[in-house]
């Protein structure tokens, strides 16, 4: 799914002045452990009303103390953790990505700008699935994905979807596939939809007419495999457009 989000939207997610960090919050242990502090909570709060009749009040209530309270301990420490994590995103995205950091800063200015796109492989609009998407500016590409896919619009080499991507086994998967110029980046999303792939494929090859959108093409008499021959791809590509 690809679409233009109204302001409202891209305020909510660019609350606290950068829509990259409101992404990174997306995951985290500090998630795990606040998730996992109310399910035992609620377990502890079950099973003293299991054993209301049972033991009486007092006896209950402390055999649901020894799992309620830990499970306190947990969302503390479990929110303690998030933050930090949400605090560190500059450094967790220059270290997981090729960005420095006036890009990051470049990339959420671009985000505010009329013309942005959201990216998305399913229709959900929930704060999870919005923290997830991708998205498009002026220079710039986040795929979707919990993992900081983020290259710069002139540095794609190749975007495009393939139901021909050979695996170890020697079968064939669905896949999404971008990778840049440079560096070993490889974004793969096995077994995507393939309506909304092919949606973010058109799209980002509009905004980047040179980017490769096929499989399998030919140039100059000669066949290119964009999955499985990259590096061919993209000596090709220094060649005729004179990157190095």
Same mark, same amino acid.
């Given at each position: 799914?690809?679409?233009?989000?109204?302001?409202?939207?891209?305020?909510?997610?660019?609350?606290? =002045?950068?829509?990259?960090?409101?992404?990174?919050?997306?995951? =985290?242990?500090?998630?795990?452990?606040?998730?996992?502090?109310?399910?035992?909570?609620?377990? =502890?709060?079950?099973?003293?009303?299991?054993?209301?009749?049972?033991?009486?009040?007092?006896?209950?209530?402390?055999?649901?103390?020894?799992?309620?309270?830990? %499970?306190?301990?947990?969302?503390?420490?479990?929110?303690?953790?998030?933050?930090?994590?949400?605090?560190?995103?500059?450094? %967790?995205?220059?270290?997981?990505?090729?960005?420095?950091?006036?890009?990051?800063?470049?990339?959420?200015?671009?985000?505010?700008?009329?013309?942005?796109?959201?990216?998305?492989?399913?229709?959900?609009?929930?704060?999870?699935?919005?923290?997830?998407?991708?998205?498009?500016?002026?220079?710039?590409?986040?795929?979707?994905?919990?993992?900081?896919?983020?290259?710069?619009?002139?540095?794609?080499?190749?975007?495009?979807?393939?139901?021909?991507?050979?695996?170890?086994?020697?079968?064939?998967?669905?896949?999404?596939?971008?990778?840049?110029?440079?560096?070993?980046?490889?974004?793969?999303?096995?077994?995507?939809?393939?309506?909304?792939?092919?949606?973010?494929?058109?799209?980002?090859?509009?905004?980047?007419?040179?980017?490769?959108?096929?499989?399998?093409?030919?140039?100059?008499?000669?066949?290119?495999?964009?999955?499985?021959?990259?590096?061919?791809?993209?000596?090709?590509?220094?060649?005729?457009?004179?990157?190095?």
């Amino acid at each position: 799914m690809v679409f233009e989000p109204q302001e409202s939207l891209k305020r909510k997610m660019a609350k606290n =002045g950068s829509v990259l960090q409101y992404m990174h919050s997306v995951a =985290g242990a500090g998630k795990g452990l606040i998730v996992m502090g109310v399910m035992l909570i609620g377990i =502890g709060v079950m099973l003293a009303a299991a054993l209301f009749n049972i033991m009486g009040a007092d006896r209950a209530i402390v055999m649901a103390s020894v799992i309620v309270v830990p %499970s306190i301990l947990l969302i503390v420490l479990g929110i303690f953790m998030q933050k930090k994590r949400e605090s560190a995103w500059v450094s %967790s995205y220059m270290k997981n990505t090729d960005m420095k950091e006036k890009d990051l800063h470049q990339i959420d200015q671009e985000f505010k700008q009329p013309g942005t796109i959201l990216l998305s492989l399913d229709n959900g609009k929930d704060a999870n699935s919005l923290k997830r998407m991708g998205f498009v500016t002026a220079n710039y590409v986040k795929l979707p994905g919990v993992k900081p896919s983020i290259f710069r619009l002139e540095d794609i080499v190749a975007c495009l979807y393939t139901k021909k991507m050979l695996c170890a086994d020697g079968g064939y998967e669905d896949a999404l596939i971008a990778y840049p110029l440079h560096g070993d980046w490889v974004y793969c999303w096995t077994s995507p939809p393939e309506k909304a792939s092919l949606e973010i494929v058109k799209a980002i090859g509009e905004r980047n007419p040179r980017i490769i959108t096929d499989h399998h093409f030919t140039y100059e008499g000669k066949e290119y495999d964009a999955v499985s021959g990259m590096d061919a791809v993209k000596e090709l590509c220094k060649r005729v457009y004179g990157k190095q």
